[in-house]
């Protein structure tokens, strides 16, 4: 049964830095390319960040400006987003899950984790 974890959330001022993790099992967490999503209310899941299963590449949704890094550890399954010069924009409930731009179907998703960005 896979399993999605994400922590790391809270309130912080324009500017601030949060870093998320995801702890995952379950399935083959290192042959998964996997992705960092953000749920506003009301909308559809927005990509945020993916990379791929060796952790050699990724990339950013247009609105991360350079802002963001995300990374992985293969040997520990677990997923991480740094999150620099956060902005109100960035509020919203964030969650990881395997990455689907080239296709294929989420996993169930996690419970996410809230990001709260605001002076």
């Known amino acids: 049964q896979v399993q999605l974890v994400e922590s790391g959330g809270g309130w912080v001022q324009p500017g601030g830095i949060l870093a998320l993790s995801c702890a995952t099992s379950g399935f083959e967490f290192s042959e998964r390319a996997m992705g960092w999503y953000r749920q506003l209310p009301g909308r559809q899941f927005e990509l945020v960040a993916s990379?791929?299963?060796?952790?050699?590449?990724?990339d950013y949704g247009v609105f991360v400006k350079g802002r963001f890094t995300i990374t992985r550890d293969n040997v520990h399954n677990t997923l991480w987003l740094q999150m620099n010069e956060l902005e109100p924009d960035d509020t919203a409930v964030y969650f990881c899950n395997r990455d689907t731009s080239y296709g294929g179907v989420p996993f169930s998703w996690g419970q996410g984790t809230q990001v709260t960005v605001s002076s």
């Open positions: 990379i791929t299963a060796g952790g050699q590449y990724t």
